[in-house]
């Protein structure tokens, strides 16, 4: 179970932190990736961090601005996310991946587990 926090309302050029915690299960054989969807559309991949840390990877959109990051021991993931554009607004999941390989996957479809969300609204 993945449980998202972290999300609200912010000016253009603000940050946030979004974080994801996991119950019932260690993320450590996990790949974790956070996905946007924005209203009207499809979710879309923002950023993954492969099992241990090894590899990373983001969507243009989001790269130099956004920063995924995992701690194990306490079973999180982090998306700090700065320099917040208007497009930025939308609901970002969690989601988690089993994967040891030392790469991440980019299609919703590879992740096994995911969280209810956080709306991230981004004001002009």
């Known amino acids: 179970q993945l449980e998202e926090s972290g999300g609200g309302l912010v000016q253009t050029g603000g940050s946030l932190r979004l974080s994801c915690v996991a119950s019932?299960?260690?993320?450590?054989?996990?790949?974790m990736g956070w996905f946007h969807q924005a209203p009207g559309k499809e979710r879309e991949f923002v950023a993954a961090?492969?099992?241990?840390?090894?590899?990373?990877n983001y969507a243009d959109s989001v790269k130099g601005r956004f920063t995924i990051s995992r701690n194990d021991a306490v079973n999180t993931v982090y998306l700090q996310m700065n320099d917040l554009k208007p497009e930025d607004t939308g609901v970002y999941y969690c989601?988690?991946?089993?994967?040891?390989?030392?790469?991440?996957?980019?299609?919703?479809?590879?992740?096994?587990?995911w969280g209810r969300g956080t709306q991230v609204t981004v004001s002009s």
């Open positions: 989601a988690a991946d089993y994967n040891t390989r030392p790469y991440v996957n980019r299609g919703p479809d590879r992740y096994d587990y």
């Open positions: 019932r299960r260690a993320i450590n054989n996990f790949a």
């Open positions: 961090i492969a099992n241990r840390a090894v590899h990373s």
